[in-house]
Structure formats: C-alpha cells, structure tokens
C-alpha cells in the first residue's frame, strides 16, 4: 500500500521559511517521479513542483519559482521541499504526491496524494 506522509508545515511570517518533508513507503520510491501540490482556502488543487526519479531534473510552478526547492534522498524514501521568502498566498495546505506511472512525469490530478500539511503565512 502507498504512504505518503507529509510534516513540517506551521505559522510563519511574510518573509520567514519553513521546511516541508514527505515520508513514503508501499512503493519503489526511487523510480517515480515525486510532486508537491497545494490546496489554498476556497481554491483548486494546484502543481507546485516535481522531481525526476535520479533527482537530477525538477521543475516549479512560476508563482515559486526562486523560492522553493524540491528535493529527495532516495536511500530514505524522502521528498523534502524547502520554502523560503514565504508570501500570504503561499497559504495552504501543501501535500505530496506519487505519479502513477513509473520514471514519469503525471499530470499532477493523476497523482496519489497524501494527507497533507497546513502551511500559514501571515503577519
């Protein structure tokens, strides 16, 4: 069975940075490509970031862009996010996510989801 398993969310100031991880299991985590994903207060579900399996590749949503960095230690079967410069519309509850298919970029609704960590911004 796949787990997925986020932490590291909390309450920051404008500016401040938090440190997101994802423990997994049930799965050959070092084959799939990992995303985040984030869900604001009344809105969609919406792509942050992914990785490629090897770690090497990643790509962001433009709104974090030189902000946040996605990465994964395979020996551990962790994904790791790093926010920095937080701003009040990074406000969301943040989750990671498996593609279905190995060695494979997923379009990011396709993707497994875990049970997700708040992330607050605000002075």
């Known amino acids: 069975e796949v787990q997925l398993e986020e932490s590291g969310g909390g309450s920051v100031q404008p500016g401040g940075s938090l440190r997101l991880s994802c423990v997994t299991s049930?799965?050959?985590?070092?084959?799939?490509?990992m995303n985040w994903v984030r869900q604001a207060p009344g809105k969609g579900l919406e792509w942050v970031s992914d990785?490629?399996?090897?770690?090497?590749?990643?790509y962001y949503a433009a709104s974090v862009k030189g902000r946040f960095t996605i990465s994964r230690d395979n020996a551990k079967k962790m994904l790791y996010l790093q926010m920095n410069n937080l701003k009040t519309e990074d406000t969301a509850i943040y989750y990671c996510?498996?593609?279905?298919?190995?060695?494979?970029?997923?379009?990011?609704?396709?993707?497994?989801r875990g049970q997700g960590t708040q992330v607050t911004v605000s002075s």
């Open positions: 996510a498996k593609c279905p298919a190995s060695l494979s970029r997923c379009p990011f609704l396709t993707a497994s």
């Open positions: 049930g799965f050959a985590f070092d084959n799939y490509v």
């Open positions: 990785i490629g399996a090897s770690g090497i590749n990643s």
